[in-house]
Every structure is written in C-alpha cells, then in structure tokens.
C-alpha cells in the first residue's frame, strides 16, 4: 500500500472516563508523538523499538503541560492498521482528550475519517472484509450472542468458512477450464455426478448461510416487537415486566395506554425493541382512537407480535379480531392472568396460534414459558453464532448472488448445456464470494463499508 499521511483521532467515547486515548497511524506516528511528548527518562518514542511504553507528559505548542500520559508504540507491520501506531492515553476529561488531539494535529498528523484505522487495517491486508465489518458489530453488540457473533467473525469464522465453499468451485472452474481448454492434455474427463455433488454441497453450504441471517440480525439489532391486545388485558403490566421497571401506567380503568410506549430489554438473549400499544377497541375518544390506530400501523410492520389475553375473561370481539389480523405475522399468544380462576376459550387460542406462553404478568410466573416461546419462533436453539453468520445486508446479497449463480449452474447442467455455460455460472458465484470477503470489491462499495464506522476506530 502506498505511503499515506499519517492520522489522528480520539479512539475512546467522547464522555468523561477515567482515561481517554488518542490514536496516532502512519509512517511518521512517533515524529508527530514526539513533538507533543516528553518522557520522564528522556527516551524518545522514536528510539523504541516497538511494543514498548513510555510515561511522561504532553505540552503544547507553546511549551504548557497540558497533562501526565503514557505512550504506547505499536511497530510497523505488527500493529492493528500494519503501520507504525502511537497510542497516547491521558486522563479521560472531555477537554484534555480534545486538546491532545489538537496538539496532535498541529504537530503534522490529520484528522482520522470514519472507520479510517480499520480501512487501513484491511488495505494493509491485515484483515479482510468481513473481519473488518465484525469490528463495527461488536461494537454495537447489544448481547452476549451478538458479541459471540462478531467475535467468530473478527477471529475470521466466516472468512475461512466462505473460503472453503469459494475454494471448491475454483477447483470444479479449473478443472472444467482444463478439460475445456487443453484437449490434447491428459486432464481427466469432468464427471457430471462428481460435478452435480460439488455445486449442490455449496449450494447447501450458502443456504445455510442465508438462513442464520434473520435470525443473526435479531441478535445484533434487536426484533421490532409489539404488544397488542385489547384494552385491560395486562399489555402494560407485561411491558413492566419485561422492561423491570414502571415503563407504562397500570391502573383498574380500561384505555389508560394513550401513545405508543417504547423500550429495549433482552428476553433470552434475544434484544426486543418493545412497543406498548393502545389496546385495539372501538372508542368515541378522540385521543384514544389516535392510540388505538397507531396501534394498528405498529402491528403492520411488527417482526415479532406479543398478543396478549385475559384468561379471566371469555373471548371478545376485539380478541377475535386481533387474531385475525395476525395471519402471516410471527407471533406469541401471552394468556395473562393465569393467577385468576380461567374463562378463556384456550382451544380457540390454541388453533390460531403455534405459540402460546401461559403467565401472570403481574407476578411474573410463568416469564420462562414466554421466553422458550420465544427463542422457538426465531429457531435460537439451531443457532450457533461461533459457527459464523452473516452480519450485514452487504454480504447478504453478496451470498444471495452466490447462491443464485450455483442454481443456475445446476440448471444449466439439468437442460443439458454445454460446460460453457455451466463454467460461466460457476465463475460469477466466484466472483460474488470474492466480492464477499473483499478480494474483488470495488472504491464505492469500500467506502460504504467504512463510512458507517465511528472515528477513532
């Protein structure tokens, strides 16, 4: 990679902590750290041989201390972009970190872009794309299995795991190019069986692949998940429950819920981004009724439906109602109140729902049964993140292409087409996969990539 400027940029939260770091990247990192550093022992960082710290302090430019640190050197190419990296970590104030990096960059660095020491990092050819992405994905982890997710993927899981499937078809490519190309060369007859099987293991490997997307970004970004029912059926009750604190108003009187009451909780790991609806009834209030269809829209784009009932009570007309609009819609049947003596048509219930979790949400007996409700409907028990999962809609389509390239190869091969045809398929399936971790991928879908990052990382 050619030589680049060196940058600068404040690699930790910008909020007060204990210590705040600045990040120094590029062939003149310790020229630049020098010029702001003095160490206690009189060492230059440009002395060091690498891996090494040095404490002292940082002055600016016109020789005032401005605070104590520690400066960590990181030498070329082991260091996370591949160049010479200088770390200096100072006490965490707001004001301190962002004068450092002031200093920093009066001294001769420039302004670290977005995700720009990890770019550098995958230019360098310090990680590829996937592994790059995963950096972002940990970061905004928001579970344990989303950070189990993008740990496999940063130790490169994936990478290795699309690389085998890319591997084999390149052998099926070269060998049909081989066969095709040099006829007068004892290259061995391509076996249609042999042929068949190898595009039908990575058309089975890519599915699998494909499949473990949905249920990979309800880990990393949470189901949009909707509490709906009719009014006094335990909606907010369960939202409290679910949220351990008094998120939504609970009262005797039937339509307390106005608005659309919002939260994020984990429920067996799995992040849900809870809306507390209007119960959905007919009402001359005019307020209400604004709830009650705003209720109605929430429902229309919902990944998951928590539809709650009042075990107490026999069916409604809203009940019914509410059943029905939830054909198509992943959805958990919540019969509430089970502390109290049941009127409920269970076998109704039963028959309009695959998913049915018995509770009392103002007990919180019976949450467990929800929550294996739950992890049911999105198939968590299947899902291994250590196994390496997709994590963004790039690579998504980047395997739907892949998936899509080796179907038409096997198409191809049923009708009875020429190799020709069957090596053209297989070559863009290799192409979309190389795409996929980086190895083809073009400026503007780089640049994508990187400008979704925060600066510092």
Known sequence: ME???????????????GIGIVRISGSDARQVADLVFRSKSGKR???????????????????????????????????????????????????????LLQEVLAAGAVPAGPGEFTRRAFLNGKMDLTQA?????????????????????????LSRKIGRVRQALLGLAAHLAAWADFPEEEVPEVEEGELTGGLHKAEEELSDLLAGFDTGRAYREGLKTVIAGRPNAGKSTLMNLLSGCERSIVTEYAGTTRDVVEDTVLLGGVPLRLADTAGIRETEDPVESIGVAAAKERLKTAQLVLAVFDSSQELSSEDRELMGSLKGIPAVAVVNKTD?????????????????????????????????????????????????????????????????????????????????????????????????????????????VFEEFCVGK
Do not use: W
């Open 3 to 17: 030589n680049q400027r060196t940058i600068a940029a404040v690699s930790t939260p910008q909020a007060p902590g």
């Open 45 to 99: 960082i440009a002395e060091l041989k690498g891996y090494r710290a040095l404490f002292g302090a940082v002055y600016t430019g016109n020789g005032e201390k401005l605070d104590d640190v520690v400066a960590l050197f990181f030498a070329s190419p082991r260091s996370y972009t591949g160049e010479d990296v200088v770390e200096l970590s100072c006490h965490g104030g707001l004001y301190v970190t962002k004068r």
């Open 133 to 157: 992405e995963s950096v972002m994905q940990l970061i905004g982890a928001s579970g344990e299995q989303a950070a189990r997710a993008a740990e496999a993927a940063s130790s490169g899981v």
């Open 340 to 448: 109290l003596p049941a009127k409920l048509e269970d076998s109704v219930i039963r028959n309009n729902f695959c998913h049915v979790a018995y509770l009392s949400a103002s007990s919180g007996e019976g949450l467990e049964s929800l929550k294996k409700e739950v992890s049911e409907i999105l198939d968590i028990e299947h899902f291994n993140p250590a196994d390496g999962v997709l994590s963004t809609e790039r690579q998504r389509q980047d395997a739907n292409r892949a998936l899509k390239a080796v179907k038409e190869a096997l198409e191809a091969l049923k009708l009875g087409l020429t190799y020709d045809a069957v090596t053209v398929c297989v070559e863009d399936a290799i192409s979309a996969l190389s795409s996929l971790i980086g190895e083809r991928v073009s400026d503007e879908i780089i640049d994508q």
